[in-house]
């Protein structure tokens, strides 16, 4: 059974940190980007960061470009998501997928398996 589980979510003040971690298990994705999304309430789900297979590529949303850092490891089966400078807007349940191909995407479309999500508040 292929599971992506999210942790490291809650509440922060504006201008905090927070780091995201998804570990996965029951098979290997080490050949597949890595994602995450987030998604707020009443909104779509919307594309934050990807990371190729090996994480020589990296790809972000203009909203979180040079705040936000996605990196993975591969023998952990780990992918991390850095997210500094937080904003209330930033607040969203956060989640983690794994994508079709091994180059970087930015589709919800293009990813086949999908973690319950970790919720995010940026308080003012």
């Known amino acids: 059974q292929v599971q992506l589980v999210e942790s490291g979510g809650g509440l922060v003040q504006a201008g905090g940190s927070l780091r995201l971690s998804c570990v996965t298990s029951?098979?290997?994705?080490?050949?597949?980007?890595m994602g995450w999304f987030r998604q707020a309430p009443g909104k779509e789900r919307d594309f934050v960061a990807a990371t190729a297979w090996n994480g020589g590529t990296t790809s972000y949303s203009d909203s979180v470009k040079g705040r936000f850092t996605i990196s993975r490891d591969n023998a952990k089966n780990t992918v991390h998501l850095q997210m500094n400078s937080l904003k209330p807007e930033d607040s969203a349940v956060y989640y983690c997928?794994?994508?079709?191909?091994?180059?970087?995407?930015?589709?919800?479309?293009?990813?086949?398996?999908w973690g319950q999500g970790t919720q995010v508040t940026v308080s003012l």
């Open positions: 029951g098979r290997t994705f080490n050949n597949n980007a």
């Open positions: 997928a794994a994508a079709r191909f091994a180059g970087v995407r930015s589709e919800v479309r293009d990813y086949m398996y």
